[in-house]
């Protein structure tokens, strides 16, 4: 049964979502502030959490703040937060921060649902494509390709640079993953979106950019002018390396 760590400050809404996750089979711990959601994350019950559905206007310490320190904290931990404004610079604020997707109050069930389930299976191993020797390669280093420096191990889902273990949450690892599967192709954010975030329907391309953009502050030696994750102006992204 996953678990998810609810931190919300309106005790009606938090009541209420609570008991929607718990209806649809999910482990449910609350916080009504950042403060208490960090402390139960350093603790025992932290250990279980899975996901963290993170509002962004709390008293104290504001969801942002929450957000970049349970980025620290815990980066394979996938966030999604809650804006009630629906505010373009809340959201993509919260985005750079680190959180991998964002629903608007007031959500519905369905939807909310089908955010957490779309998350927690980014979370989950990334199934295996078929490399530049065939389908059948078999050995150590059949899933492991190095890009002028980055190493990218498929199986392991470990990223090394330069001998360095690069500590990737799931959605920016995936982003890479799909890129790099063919280097030098072009995919569209509706394309990323549909293959890393599980939702067509959205079409919000703030979430690839914001990845994106997290990505390459930890892969690339200067952000500005990335080397593997290129923009190609009105249409999307490919990977290197240059």
């Known amino acids: 049964m996953p678990h998810v760590l609810l931190i919300e400050d309106d005790a009606s809404v938090r009541d209420g979502m609570e008991l929607v996750l718990r209806r649809h089979g999910y482990g449910v711990e609350t916080a009504a502030t950042g403060e208490q959601a960090l402390a139960l994350l350093a603790g025992e019950r932290g250990a279980r959490v899975e996901l963290a559905v993170l509002d962004l206007m709390l008293p104290g310490m504001d969801g942002f703040e929450v957000c970049r320190r349970i980025r620290a904290r815990a980066p394979m931990l996938p966030v999604i937060m809650l804006t009630a404004r629906g505010d373009d610079r809340d959201i993509v604020t919260g985005l750079e921060a680190g959180a991998d997707d964002y629903v608007v109050k007031p959500v519905t069930a ?11 299976r980014r979370a989950e191993p990334y199934p295996r494509q078929p490399d530049a020797q065939g389908p059948d390669a078999q050995g150590p280093d059949a899933d492991r390709t190095d890009h002028a420096g980055l190493v990218i191990d498929r199986a392991g889902l470990t990223v090394t640079k330069r001998g360095v273990v690069l500590a990737l949450p799931p959605t920016e690892l995936r982003v890479l993953l799909e ?3 063919s280097p030098g192709r072009v995919l569209t954010r509706d394309q990323l979106l549909a293959a890393v975030w599980d939702h067509t329907f959205l079409g919000d391309s703030r979430l690839v950019d914001a990845a994106v953009g997290r990505l390459r502050a930890k892969i690339e030696d200067v952000p500005a002018r990335p080397r593997y994750v290129q923009t190609v102006r009105g249409f999307g992204y490919r ?3 240059l």
Do not use: K
């Open 110 to 120: 369905p939807v909310l649902e089908a955010r957490i389930r779309a998350a927690l």
């Open 179 to 181: 890129l790099s599967a």
């Open 239 to 241: 990977f290197g390396p």
